[in-house]
């Protein structure tokens, strides 16, 4: 039943390539802001249903679009006193490991600027709501026909703001613009702005995102395709290709990861333990083959592991009770939030993880961590590369911890470097010794 209604339900394949083309081929701009690139991160669902909203909903989404229109407006601002040669752009949901590093960025020679967006109540000009309602209905009429069941009322909304974003003064003009999600909503909005006044404009990864191909083609190709800041920071050099791929246009330069994963030391009342670490939404029912493992040897894990449950931020309490808390129920096992500590990793030297398609692999390796990737069977363009074979869904994962117990520190230690240098430019245990805004400073120069 879950693999029913998840696996064979995800938005991706033909499906996804479907409604790319009829985004390309209905646009709408503002003056000379491109609103389908704004939207597009709303418009891809999850899955092939998810847009199914309540009448109650629908009703609360209209009366706050209604209030926008007429008594709201969104401006830049900003949210520290750093100089003003480099901006970095802070939005309202960022996670709190990218909230850490924005914040560390405070303490660089080139003390940037931290801007982000706040709404205002405003009597505006007639002219401005008619404006408004225009745009409102435009973006309905246009998500609609690209995607009928879109969450249409919510992306009128996100349209709105970013014009407010569009028209909203520069404060004083930057030598450029560092954004760590440019492929989505307002930060694509305020970067495409940025282009426009011949700013330079800066990405960085925020994660080794994957690069999903034919029957798996879906939403996480945005960050390369819907990138629209004019230089890319690398870390390391295992994406290069995947963003070529999409953009011959860009500048490339090589950095390293700044968002770095911190440890956090556990005593294990056990002999062992396992740390599972979910992926998203779209991998519910990964999520739960991977816990599933533990059914093949159920007494020997539950006699000599304690379980950890690491949930992806995208994946709440509520979700995790609803889906996969009756199949662990005979096990020692304990639940880690991610939402607001998501870079922070239990580690202990008994202690071992599992991660499916997920940035965290990495995490963990860099913390010393002894680690096995649960394969998920999907379609990459470039595999990503691991210290030890994958598991599968037929996988004895008894076996498996037993093999990886095996390796020697040094040589998991030393395969863990190699990896970690192509895909995140430094070392396990390593760390940067500049600043990114510095580097920045170093390229406009």
Known sequence: MIKSIFQNNVFEGKN???????????????????????????????????YKISYFKKINQLLKLVTKIFFYEYNLIKKNNGKDKIWILLSNS?????????????KSIENPSIVSWERKFKIKKVSKIINQIKYSYLSIKYSKKIFKNSNYLKIAYNTLVSID????????KPSA???L????????????KSNLLKIPTFVTQHTVHPNYIGKNERGGNLVFFNSEAKNILLWGNFLKQSYKQYHNDKKFYFSKNFILPYGKKIILRKKKGILFFF???????????????LFKNKTYFKENFEIFIKLHPAISSTLFNKYFKKYLAEYDYKILLSKNVSNKILVNSNLFAVTGLSGSYYDCIYLGLKTLFFDYGIELSNKLPRVTNNL??????????????KIPNKQWKKKSDNILKKVWGIGVNEKSRIRLTDEISKIIS
């Open 16 to 50: 996804f390539r479907k409604l790319l083309k009829l985004n390309k081929k209905s646009i709408l701009y503002y003056k000379e802001l491109n609103l389908n690139k704004i939207w597009l991160s709303d418009l891809i669902p999850n899955y092939t249903n998810e």
């Open 94 to 106: 960022v996670r709190k490991s990218h909230l850490d590093f924005i914040k560390s960025e405070e």
């Open 165 to 172: 974003l569009f028209e909203s003064k520069i404060l004083n």
């Open 177 to 179: 613009i560092l954004s």
């Open 181 to 192: 999600k440019d492929f989505q909503r307002y930060e694509n909005a305020i970067i495409q």
């Open 279 to 293: 992926g998203s939404k779209r991998h519910i029912y990964e999520n739960l083959s991977m816990i599933k493992l």
């Open 392 to 405: 599968k869904l037929n996988s004895n994962l008894k076996t498996k911890l037993f093999e990886l117990e």
